[in-house]
């Protein structure tokens, strides 16, 4: 199947920093890419949609100057948590979509546990 | 508001039992339903389901959809000690996945 990697899998950062999570699609190219977060014991929560090429639509509550979203090319994404709280700490898993023989196809990354201390 | 809701929440059954999971959906434009399975990490994609009655299978695992009740169910069956995990249903609309809370399935030897 398909690969996705994330970079850092795992990152402690204090509290008011930046960090940047990378997300490669590595085996095919993507124009739709989405950021998801987890809290402990949840389901996945959608945090924004971005195109190739144009801005990312973030949904109802998370705030677009915290979580930057650049998505550069077909094959990479990044997020960055800009001013990290600890209430920021969670796992962040990003994933693409892209179109198989079967239909649109998605494939995550690994995920990127994020603690804020 | 696009929605998915699975259920049970929480399982817990013994190794060899069947199990059947749950996923009911109300979304925008819908295009396909996927379950995936999670462990420690990322999910695993299992199944997407476009039609209407056509059972997918792979191995112990199989999953249908009802398009007319807007239904989804997972059927694991001579469940093993490797099927704990949260299973999650989504539900595909346009470009944008909607997620169910989960099924967290315990399989005791």
């Known amino acids: 199947g398909a690969v996705v990697s994330q970079h850092p899998s795992r990152v402690i950062c204090k509290s008011g920093t930046s960090v940047k999570i990378e997300c490669r699609s590595l085996?095919?190219?993507?124009?739709?890419m989405f950021w998801y977060r987890q809290f402990p014991k949840q389901s996945l929560m959608l945090m924004a949609t971005?195109?190739?090429?144009?801005?990312?639509?973030?949904e109802q509550g998370v705030e677009k100057d915290k979580f930057l979203i650049n998505h550069a090319s077909l094959t990479l994404s990044t997020l960055t948590v800009t001013s990290a709280h600890p209430e920021d700490s969670s796992f962040y898993i990003c994933?693409?979509?892209?179109?198989?023989?079967?239909?649109?196809?998605?494939?995550f990354g690994p995920g990127t546990r994020l603690t804020v201390t | 508001e696009d929605k998915v809701v699975q259920s049970p929440l929480s399982l817990v059954v013994h190794e060899g039992d069947t199990v059947t999971l749950n996923c009911s959906y109300e979304?925008?434009?819908?295009?396909?339903l996927l379950w995936y399975k999670q462990e420690k990490k990322a999910p695993t994609f299992l199944f997407m389901l476009?039609?209407?009655?056509i059972e997918k299978k792979s191995g112990r695992l199989s999953s249908i959809l009802d398009k007319k009740e807007l239904f989804s169910i997972l059927n694991i069956t001579a469940t093993q000690t490797g099927d704990s995990a949260v299973y999650l249903c989504?539900?595909?609309?346009?470009?944008?996945?909607?997620f169910g809370q989960g099924t967290r399935l315990t399989i005791n030897p």
């Open positions: 994933s693409f979509l892209t179109r198989g023989h079967a239909g649109y196809e998605q494939y």
């Open positions: 971005s195109n190739e090429g144009s801005k990312a639509t973030y």
């Open positions: 085996d095919f190219q993507a124009t739709t």
């Open positions: 476009t039609s209407s009655g």
């Open positions: 989504a539900s595909q609309g346009a470009q944008k996945l909607v």
């Open positions: 979304v925008t434009n819908f295009r396909s």
